[in-house]
């Protein structure tokens, strides 16, 4: 995400954390279940604390399966063949799942850079495993969804981070239905915000988000 990347690795060089240490009086959070429509994963990323890992299923367009179970800090960062990084999925705190849908520009992804104070895990999934929006959706961060009809309304609806400063991030994008090329920008907002956006036709929808967010769908007939 290039707003993860602009906008927080500069608070990197003064920050201070302890990793694993949960200071709040609540009971701990769990990463929420990881919603697919099915279908094995193409490859399995897996490890405890900071690694890179290599992508194995080429230049084509795929949704990755990231969960964090730890108490502590967690970034991924998508690292072109020269190993530079090309956006950043994921930069939080804590446990965290959520979708990302990598290749589907022309910036592709060939590595994984994971840092994280526990275990994690990234499923590498075909673009056909998106769920389906045609009715209203709610999703607790970052996730890809498929619209199947045809010119609709999308109504956006993001709630904001409260463990955010500013309130959290939310960008929506849709691309081609089989994740080949870049159709629009829906949303691009910091803090809670809701709106509506057109929907020409089927497309799949990639919402990078701090928090949770939903989405319903209209048909314009």
């Known amino acids: 995400m290039k707003w993860f990347q602009r906008d927080r690795a500069k608070q990197r060089p003064d920050m201070v954390r302890e990793f694993g240490v949960d200071k709040s009086?609540?009971?701990?959070?769990?990463?929420?279940p990881l919603l697919t429509a099915g279908g094995p994963a193409l490859q399995r990323l897996g490890g405890d604390g900071d690694e890179v890992g290599r992508l194995t299923t080429g230049t084509g367009p795929v949704i990755l399966d990231i969960v964090h179970p730890g108490t502590g800090h967690f970034v991924v960062d998508a690292l072109d063949g020269r190993l530079h990084s090309q956006s950043q999925l994921v930069y939080t705190d804590?446990?965290?799942s959520c979708r990302a849908l990598v290749n589907a520009d022309d910036r592709p992804v060939r590595a994984l850079r994971v840092q994280a104070d526990g275990p994690w895990t990234v499923d590498v999934r075909?673009?056909?495993?998106?769920?389906?929006?045609?009715?209203?959706?709610?999703r607790p961060a970052s996730d890809v969804l498929r619209h199947t009809g045809g010119p609709a309304i999308a109504t956006l609806r993001y709630e904001g981070d409260p463990r955010s400063d500013d309130g959290g991030?939310?960008?929506?994008?849709t691309f081609?239905?089989?994740?080949t090329g870049f159709l629009d920008e829906l949303a691009n907002h910091v803090g809670p915000w809701q709106g509506e956006a057109a929907l020409t036709g089927p497309c799949l929808i990639y919402a990078r988000s701090d928090g949770p967010w939903s989405l319903t769908v209209r048909p314009l007939v």
């Open 25 to 32: 009086d609540e009971p701990p959070r769990q990463a929420p």
């Open 176 to 179: 081609e239905p089989d994740g």
């Open 169 to 173: 991030y939310f960008l929506v994008d």
């Open 94 to 96: 804590g446990p965290f």
């Open 126 to 138: 075909p673009v056909s495993s998106a769920l389906s929006c045609e009715g209203p959706t709610r």
